[in-house]
């Protein structure tokens, strides 16, 4: 009969491995399974090749003080704490994309370190553009939610990661995040299924 069993999960199967392993089980009553599997996109990493850390703008770029450092300041008869100046970080990861001329590939652009996370994350916002040998904008995203991919031609092409936090220090510790892209395939390569793991090895 058709497939009725869909895995929720995608199916990875890194450079090292040369295989994954999937399991199925049926706690009511027995089946006959006849998996089929195609990979469908390819994913790269990329290292930054460039960075520059510095303060952000004065009159937008600052934490208030908290009521304390107010009062304290205060007490003191000092000058009004103008509050914690914010440090912002640009990571530039550049990519070619190769085949046919005029041909468009799907490319999503994560960073898996950071994804998912809002307020247990370390920064204070991490904002991501792409854009083509023109410097024109063609998508940009954040560490929160998966992008739309975006459809790219043959050519050149830099990513560039905003990272902002008070802490410099913080920021220097993060200037080799690796950044993920995610190239669809046109045409799906079709993958052997095994019952055995010594027949995939």
């Known amino acids: 009969r058709s497939p009725t069993l869909i895995s929720s999960q995608p199916i990875t199967i890194t450079a090292a ?11 009511l009553r027995a089946e006959k399974l006849n998996p ?52 912002e970080m640009r990571l530039r990861y550049k990519f070619s994309i190769e085949g046919e001329e005029g041909k468009e590939i799907p490319v999503r652009p994560s960073f898996p370190s950071l ?26 995203g954040g560490a929160i939610h998966h992008a739309n991919p975006v459809s790219l031609k043959k050519g050149e092409y830099t990513l560039t990661l905003l990272l902002r936090h008070p802490d410099r220090y913080v920021l220097e510790q993060m200037k080799d995040i690796p950044c993920e892209l995610s190239l669809s395939l046109s045409d799906p390569l079709v993958c052997n299924v095994y019952d055995q793991l010594d027949k995939a090895s």
Request: aromatic share 6%.
């Open 36 to 87: 089929v599997c195609s990979l469908k996109s390819v994913r790269r990493a990329l290292r930054p090749q460039d960075s520059d850390i510095n303060l952000g703008s004065v009159e937008r770029d600052v934490v208030p003080p908290s009521d304390a450092e107010v009062r304290a300041s205060n007490s003191q008869q000092s000058s009004t704490a103008i509050g914690t100046q914010i440090y």
């Open 17 to 27: 491995s040369e295989f994954a392993r999937l399991g199925a089980s049926t706690p």
């Open 115 to 140: 994804f998912n996370q809002l307020y247990d994350s370390p920064l204070d916002s991490q904002l991501w553009a792409l854009e083509d040998g023109n410097s024109q904008i063609l998508g940009y």
